[in-house]
């Protein structure tokens, strides 16, 4: 079998906005297969905010991308050859295979490969909905808002891989879903077809006094749980409308990757209304993803939790397609077509 | 009986910074008893910052302290009459009396006026270590923190009444417990008398890159839990030394109360360290109140659990002496001996 690798390394750290030349695509060789390893050829490729992250030096909850490296990311695809027994070629398989057409994974390692059921949920929903973003989303709305019926659930990026399954999350739990996102277009298609109760287009309020106001009209009862994903005007805001005894799930804060800390305005009021914030990475919680998984699973396969994608064509395609992520230019789960 | 009553009220609410003027002495009389209620003669009253948010007219988990009525305040004295049958004169009690000095009760009312017991605690420590900001320490402590032994558990105003008793009681858990406060003799008496592994005068680290330092030396293992009393930049510096997981207990802003909000440095910490931060009142966890007053009690009566008391002498002497609080000016738990 002779397969021909092709990769995109990390070629240099950004300074502050990631560019282009940030990344390099080059050949590389597809190993021979020692025992227990298994070759994957990926179908999709997932893009995700954490990976902005990675890209840094700096401490951060998670190693550095190391240079000249492939880049991490999780894939779906195919099993083509297998010296592990529990593999056979034909499975479809999701893992973290980075950035390239083909990635060798060692089987033994509980959690690396897993197995997936294509017959009712797409394979490519093993990256969004029914992967880490969903997994994500369920994470953080169960374990740290902790919804109740009737509460008011906020979310932004809410068009997004993990926002809109927290929406879609919180109105199966009897709450009011608010989703903040960017652009007409995203907003309607969060309260039309992802059936939120209501969705702010922050780039139509574009400083702190229009979106409090638009908070106000969307959420006539106060905010009893946030999920971040965005920070800075956002989040300050959010919490100038936040109930007593709210929540704040923090699962990312993209205005803050590129270098330079974006300040909370008014922290005083996590005591004046007995805040709760907490940070999350969903890594962290490998427990619980059974059964996330399970529920987002069955969600999806009866059509009660709906997405979107994004897809760029090729691997040579992903560069352009992370940067555009981080500028909120996809619309849904950002995927790259690799097969 | 004829008795002369004198109190202090709210004569306006402070522009910025609180005065002197912002209160007025006024001689009041004291009424004849309904049914079911109680006389109170008040030996201490006890000064504390919170009352610096009531006395402001902005949102806030309290309702402001109205104008031209007597300033609130919890007090410790001693029935000198009763229509209630479990109360009789000469029983100790610890109420919210007010800023005066007689008060009257309704003692059907639950938990409005309790009988102490002064044989092995004194009177005063009702109102400290055994009363409002002992328990605030023991629920700041226990349900938010919630340290292990071994951790390291951080406490601003640590020579203060309420951070006093966070410090030891991490330190009876088995924490290293490493205070902040202002000025060497504080620092001094919380690590020699107290017990604190370290303490950090704030006043010798003015600037962040300073107290960082200081962190550094004190929390050689980083910071596992803080009780945050202050704000403004000692948070921002705490919060660049805490561990992943970390547990931050908001009980006081001081920073805060006049009016500028003073914002959070790097809220993305939250989400990089995956902290938990979360505000609290301790008057809302009044189920934990009976525990929490019995192990303070315990350890006062055995002189595990030291405090320490600045008095001021008289009723009129309470507005200078809260301004001082507010400046920090106190050493201990603040009170006012008013018989």
Redesign the interface.
């Known amino acids: 079998m002779s397969l021909h690798n092709q990769r995109i390394v990390l070629a240099s750290r950004p300074a502050a906005e990631p560019t282009l030349e940030n990344w390099r695509l080059e050949d590389a060789p597809v190993p021979e297969l020692a025992e227990a390893q298994v070759l994957v050829k990926h179908h999709y490729l997932s893009l995700d905010p954490y990976m902005r992250g990675r890209m840094n030096d700096g ?3 998670a190693q550095p991308q190391p240079l000249n490296e492939v880049m991490i990311g999780g894939t779906v695809g195919e099993v083509v050859a297998s010296r592990h027994p529990k593999f056979a070629p034909g499975d479809s398989v999701v893992g973290m295979g980075g950035w390239q057409l083909y990635s060798v994974a060692d089987a033994s390692v509980p959690g690396l490969l897993r197995k997936v059921d294509t017959r009712h949920v797409p394979l490519s929903a093993y990256l969004g909905a029914v992967g880490m973003p969903g997994a994500t989303a369920w994470v953080g709305l169960n374990h740290i808002i902790e919804p109740k019926a009737g509460e008011t659930v906020v979310v932004s990026a809410a068009s997004g891989a993990v926002g809109s399954a927290v929406g879609q999350l919180a109105k199966a739990k009897g709450c009011r879903a608010v989703g903040i996102a960017g652009g007409a277009d995203k907003c309607r298609y969060v309260v039309e077809e992802l059936g939120f109760d209501a969705c702010i287009d922050y780039k139509a309020h574009g400083d702190l006094k229009a979106l409090l106001r638009a908070l106000k009209d969307a959420c006539p009862q106060g905010i009893d749980g946030y999920f971040e994903n965005v ?1 800075g005007v956002i ?1 300050d805001a959010v919490m100038l409308r936040m109930n ?1 005894f709210g929540r704040i799930a ?4 993209i205005a ?1 990757y590129n270098g330079e ?8 009021l ?12 969903v890594s ?1 919680h490998m427990s619980l993803w059974p059964q996330a998984l399970a529920e987002l699973g069955g969600m999806v396969a009866q059509g009660q939790l709906k997405y979107r994608e994004s897809v760029a064509d090729g691997l040579a395609a992903a560069p352009e397609a992370f940067l555009g992520l981080l500028k909120g230019r996809n619309f849904g789960k950002q995927l790259v077509k690799l097969a």
């Open positions: 401490k951060s909850y920070g989040l007593a923090f699962c990312g804060m803050g800390p974006i300040p909370m305005a008014n922290p005083s996590i005591l004046v209304n007995r805040l709760k914030l907490q940070g999350f990475i962290e």
